[in-house]
Nanobody, 116 residues
Framework: QVRVVESGGGLVQPGGSLRLSCAASGSIFSILAMAWYRQVPGKDRELVAHITNDGSTNYADSVKGRFTISRDNAKNTVYLQMNSLKPEDTAIYYC??????????WGQGTQVTVSS
């Protein structure tokens, strides 16, 4: 089994920055890729950014050029650097591990609020 735990959310003013962290533990070898999703009340959870084991990344159009996903394999941790934050980035951000079995492991989520 794989467990992922997010940290780093909070309140930030528009134009500000935050870095989210996602620490994975357990059967790390079974992870195929890692991703960040976000969700606001009443809407579906949406993919924000994705990174594979070989480091390939992709981003939602709404965050391209502002967000960067990266990983530190030595720490089994994935990061989401969020710059130039906008009020519409306000959401609960979830870390996701896509497993080789095609199952998923989700974190508990961390709240990001962008407001003046």
């Amino acid at each position: 089994q794989v467990r992922v735990v997010e940290s780093g959310g909070g309140l930030v003013q528009p134009g500000g920055s935050l870095r989210l962290s996602c620490a994975a533990s357990g059967s790390i070898f079974s992870i195929l890729a890692m991703a960040w999703y976000r969700q606001v009340p009443g809407k579906d959870r949406e993919l924000v950014a994705h990174i594979t084991n070989d480091g390939s990344t992709n981003y939602a159009d709404s965050v391209k050029g502002r967000f960067t996903i990266s990983r530190d394999n030595a720490k089994n941790t994935v990061y989401l650097q969020m710059n130039s934050l906008k009020p519409e980035d306000t959401a609960i951000y979830y870390c996701n591990a896509l497993l080789k079995s095609r199952g998923h492991s989700w974190g508990q989520g961390t709240q990001v609020t962008v407001s003046s």
